[in-house]
C-alpha cells in the first residue's frame, strides 16, 4: 500500500510555471508506476501524464506535450510534474496515481489502485 500526498499547486498568471511533487510513503515506491490526472469543474478527471517505475518511459496527453514534463526521483519517493508555458484552460485539480506493477506507464484513472488528495492549480489569464 502507498500514500500519496500532492503539493506545489497555486495560482499563476498565463506563461508561468508550476512544478507538482507528490510524496509517496512506503519502501516500493521504485516499483510503482505513476501518473498525473485533472479535473477541472464540471468535467471529468482527464489524463495529463504517465512514468514508468524506472522513469525510462513517460507519455503525456497531446494538450500538454512539449510544455509539461514528469519525472521521479525514486531515492525521495518522489514524482514531480514540471508545468511551463501554462494556459487558463490548465487550471483544474491535479491528482497524482500510482500502480503497482512492472508494466512501462498507464494512461487511464482505472488502471491505477492509489490517489493522492490533489491540489488545485489556477492560471490567470
Known amino acids: 500500500q502507498v500514500q500519496l500526498v500532492e503539493s506545489g499547486g497555486g495560482l499563476v498568471q498565463a506563461g508561468g510555471s508550476l512544478r507538482l511533487s507528490c510524496a509517496a510513503s512506503g519502501r516500493t515506491f521504485s516499483s510503482y508506476a505513476m501518473g498525473w490526472f485533472r479535473q477541472a469543474p464540471g468535467k471529468e478527471r482527464a489524463f495529463v501524464a504517465a512514468?514508468?517505475?524506472?522513469?525510462?518511459?513517460?507519455h503525456y496527453a497531446d494538450s500538454v506535450k512539449g510544455r509539461f514534463s514528469i519525472s521521479r526521483d525514486n531515492a525521495k519517493n518522489t514524482v514531480y510534474l514540471q508545468m511551463s508555458s501554462l494556459k487558463p484552460e490548465d487550471t483544474a485539480v491535479y491528482y497524482c496515481?500510482?500502480?503497482?506493477?512492472?508494466?512501462?506507464?498507464?494512461?487511464?484513472?482505472?488502471?491505477?489502485?492509489?490517489w493522492g488528495q490533489g491540489t488545485q492549480v489556477t492560471v490567470s489569464s
Open positions: 512514468i514508468s517505475w524506472s522513469g525510462s518511459s513517460t
Open positions: 496515481a500510482a500502480r503497482p506493477g512492472s508494466g512501462s506507464y498507464y494512461l487511464t484513472s482505472s488502471e491505477y489502485d492509489y
